[in-house]
């Protein structure tokens, strides 16, 4: 079992960045994938970044590419989201989840995570 909780969430400017964290419990946070997804009121969770287990395979939706950055500190069971940047579009839920394999041609995938955290919210203001 993986339990997970974001943190970092907040009201900000455009152009503005915010640094959202996920803590996880559990022994075996660092054997997982864990990806980040964004979602708005009437809408499906989106995609926004997954990072290995190693951190070192990343993957960017392209609305978010060259202004996000995922990391992760396995030694705190810690996945951070850096977001500069931002857009009044980039207000949103955002999400954690973790599952056990890193595939490109899937991590955009919500079926395919096994543990979520509640969200925190972000919002921008123009």
């Known amino acids: 079992q993986v339990q997970l909780v974001e943190s970092g969430g907040g009201l900000v400017q455009a152009g503005g960045s915010l640094r959202l964290s996920c803590v996880a419990s559990g022994r075996t946070f660092s054997r997982y994938t864990m990806g980040w997804f964004r979602q708005t009121p009437g809408k499906e969770r989106e995609f926004v970044t997954a990072?290995?287990?190693?951190?070192?395979?990343?993957h960017y939706a392209d609305s978010v590419k060259d202004r996000f950055t995922a990391s992760r500190d396995n030694a705190k069971n810690t996945v951070y989201l850096q977001m500069n940047s931002l857009k009044s579009e980039d207000t949103a839920a955002y999400y954690c989840g973790a599952r056990r394999t890193y595939d490109t041609s899937r991590n955009h995938l919500m079926s395919e995570y096994e543990y979520w955290g509640q969200g925190t919210q972000v919002t921008v203001s123009s």
């Open positions: 990072i290995s287990w190693s951190g070192g395979g990343t």
